[in-house]
């Protein structure tokens, strides 16, 4: 399925327009066409390697399409700086010599839009300590840390690849809960990868479903409850087995 619409989207952040991307001649996406409007979360779920992430990396400016195009308002995300954008990939990004307050300051310097006060308020919630090295911190800390770092920047889009991943459930009920109250809807739209779909639905506006590298569901989360009268595991379900049958 190349393209799925939406109810009018009036004034979208991000439009993958036919959109396809290769690497060493393997299709990755296929020709996928949809637009995100402004203020909202989206979850993008679907297999591993099924192109998730190449989604969020195009989003970002980080790779370019090989055919269509990524207009991140209005213009080619890939010509943008990254002041548009708070990307949070799926690896650690950190110097481990650092310490959690010296990790601030060094985001604090690199981004003018790095909010150093909401930066503080979300370490204190997190309980993280400023003066501990971040190579001594554990997994779930350090998950947490680098949610601080992408939330705390005032911008537009806040890009997060499995920010949940391998993370026991408290902590990851811990981290959706300050996504909750730290994202500034209306403001902010936050788009994420997750493998974590229950944990993440009550938090997701829309849903993206990706199906080797083609796009098969793209629906507002409330609708799929209301209308379809499951959850985000059955319409997945659903949706894969449809695209199977065509
Ligand atoms: N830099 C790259 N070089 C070569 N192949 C790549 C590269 N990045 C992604 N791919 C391939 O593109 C396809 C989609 O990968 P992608 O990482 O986007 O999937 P994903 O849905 O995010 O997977 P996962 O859920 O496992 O993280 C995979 O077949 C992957 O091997």
Request: hydrophobic content about 40%.
């Amino acid at each position: 399925m190349a393209e799925i619409a939406i109810a009018a989207d009036a004034e979208p952040i991000v439009v993958f327009n036919r959109v396809e991307k290769s690497f060493s001649g393997k299709i990755a996406l296929k020709e996928i066409s949809f637009t995100i409007p402004k203020g909202i979360i989206v979850g993008i779920v679907g297999t591993n390697g099924s192109g998730k992430s190449t989604i969020l990396k195009l989003m970002a400016g980080l790779q370019r399409p090989g055919k269509g195009k990524v207009l991140l308002n209005g213009r080619q995300a890939e010509r943008l700086s990254s002041r548009q954008v708070a990307f949070l990939p799926e690896q650690d990004m950190f110097y481990s010599s650092f310490t959690v307050e010296k990790t601030l300051n060094f985001y604090n310097e690199m981004f003018t839009d790095f909010d150093r006060k909401k930066a503080m308020e979300m370490i204190q919630s997190f309980e993280l300590q400023m003066g501990q090295k971040v190579a001594h911190l554990s997994k779930g800390n350090r998950a947490r840390l680098k949610i601080v770092l992408a939330l705390a920047r005032q911008v537009p889009l806040i890009i997060m690849d499995e920010p949940l991943s391998g993370l026991d459930p408290l902590v990851r009920e811990s981290i959706i809960r300050s996504l909750i109250a730290t994202v500034d809807m209306g403001e902010q739209t936050l788009v994420i990868t997750t493998h974590e779909v229950e944990e993440v639905e009550p938090l997701l506006d829309r849903a993206m479903l990706i199906k080797d590298g083609e796009l098969c569901g793209y629906e507002e989360v409330e609708r799929i409850h209301s209308e379809q009268g499951i959850g985000l595991v059955g319409w997945m379900k659903k949706n894969i087995e449809k695209m199977k049958r065509n």
